[in-house]
């Protein structure tokens, strides 16, 4: 499944990724710690994916239980890939099922290198490039938002700003965004207009696929104002919005900051 596609092909092709077998001798860039903060006063799942050709890390999903973290070097080598937040999840034992309410990986507890379904909030990475160790970062919303979640760079070289959305976007989800609990009816999740609507215009399909057709929508700019530093659309390509952080030593990822 795609994720925020094109700003994947932006991550890609803004740097040129070498794919380099891991020793110890051929280091690309120096220790880079991930770490995943859950603040929210209930579970999440975490789960990560990584874009094809790099390797699966912390075997691609897990739980964090509130108020807790979980760190874990990435690779020395380049890696992009993207992580997002699973909620609701629970595991039926009579069924041997295992399902989240939202952001679910196809039923496993590790993703395993599997997307996640929409709508996700969503941090997107790409670490260890060129000659200054630059790791790029982003948020982004254009598959929709689930939950809040920013990312932090620490001690890295030159401005490395805090990304992310803050804003807890599940209350002023619009009705026709809202994907609710099938069981209670509590919104767990707010779509994009795509998702909601499917139309190539808000899907920046067809003629709609290019800087110049795909523009911001009523939907998306629900999305921007609550969280302005966030991917919102196909074509979002702000430059503020993609941020380079050199050699930073720890990266945070944080759920409902």
């Given at each position: 499944?795609?994720?925020?596609?094109?700003?994947?092909?932006?991550?890609?092709?803004?740097?040129?990724?070498?794919?380099?077998?891991?020793?110890?001798?051929?280091?690309?860039?120096?220790?880079?710690?991930?770490?995943?903060?859950n603040n929210c006063p209930y579970p999440v799942w975490p789960a990560i994916q990584p874009n094809s050709g790099f390797s699966v890390l912390e075997k691609g999903g897990f739980l964090l239980p509130?108020?807790?973290?979980?760190?874990?070097?990435?690779?020395?080598?380049?890696?992009?890939?993207?992580?997002?937040?699973?909620?609701?999840?629970?595991?039926?034992?009579?069924?041997?099922?295992?399902?989240?309410?939202?952001?679910?990986?196809?039923?496993?507890?590790?993703?395993?290198?599997?997307?996640?379904?929409?709508?996700?909030?969503?941090?997107?990475?790409?670490?260890?490039?060129?000659?200054?160790?630059?790791?790029?970062?982003?948020?982004?919303?254009?598959?929709?938002?689930?939950?809040?979640?920013?990312?932090?760079?620490?001690?890295?070289?030159?401005?490395?700003?805090?990304?992310?959305?803050?804003?807890?976007?599940?209350?002023?989800?619009?009705?026709?965004?809202?994907?609710?609990?099938?069981?209670?009816?509590?919104?767990?999740?707010?779509?994009?207009?795509?998702?909601?609507?499917?139309?190539?215009?808000?899907?920046?399909?067809?003629?709609?696929?290019?800087?110049?057709?795909?523009?911001?929508?009523?939907?998306?700019?629900?999305?921007?104002?609550?969280?302005?530093?966030?991917?919102?659309?196909?074509?979002?390509?702000?430059?503020?919005?993609?941020?380079?952080?050199?050699?930073?030593?720890?990266?945070?990822?944080?759920?409902?900051?």
């Amino acid at each position: 499944m795609a994720m925020a596609v094109n700003l994947l092909t932006l991550l890609a092709t803004t740097f040129v990724l070498t794919l380099v077998p891991f020793s110890a001798g051929n280091k690309v860039g120096r220790d880079l710690t991930l770490t995943v903060f859950n603040n929210c006063p209930y579970p999440v799942w975490p789960a990560i994916q990584p874009n094809s050709g790099f390797s699966v890390l912390e075997k691609g999903g897990f739980l964090l239980p509130s108020l807790t973290h979980r760190s874990f070097l990435a690779p020395y080598t380049p890696w992009s890939g993207r992580i997002w937040g699973r909620t609701g999840c629970s595991y039926n034992h009579r069924r041997n099922q295992f399902t989240c309410a939202t952001g679910d990986c196809g039923g496993r507890l590790e993703c395993g290198g599997l997307g996640g379904k929409p709508p996700v909030t969503l941090a997107q990475f790409s670490l260890h490039n060129g000659r200054n160790d630059l790791a790029s970062y982003g948020v982004s919303l254009v598959d929709g938002f689930n939950v809040p979640m920013t990312v932090t760079p620490h001690q890295g070289k030159g401005v490395c700003p805090l990304v992310g959305c803050q804003a807890n976007l599940l209350a002023s989800c619009p009705p026709k965004l809202q994907v609710r609990q099938p069981r209670d009816g509590t919104v767990v999740a707010c779509m994009s207009g795509c998702q909601a609507f499917g139309t190539d215009e808000l899907c920046c399909r067809n003629r709609y696929n290019s800087p110049a057709t795909c523009r911001p929508s009523f939907f998306s700019q629900i999305f921007k104002k609550a969280c302005p530093s966030t991917f919102t659309y196909a074509h979002d390509s702000t430059p503020s919005l993609l941020h380079e952080c050199a050699s930073p030593r720890e990266l945070k990822v944080t759920f409902c900051p």
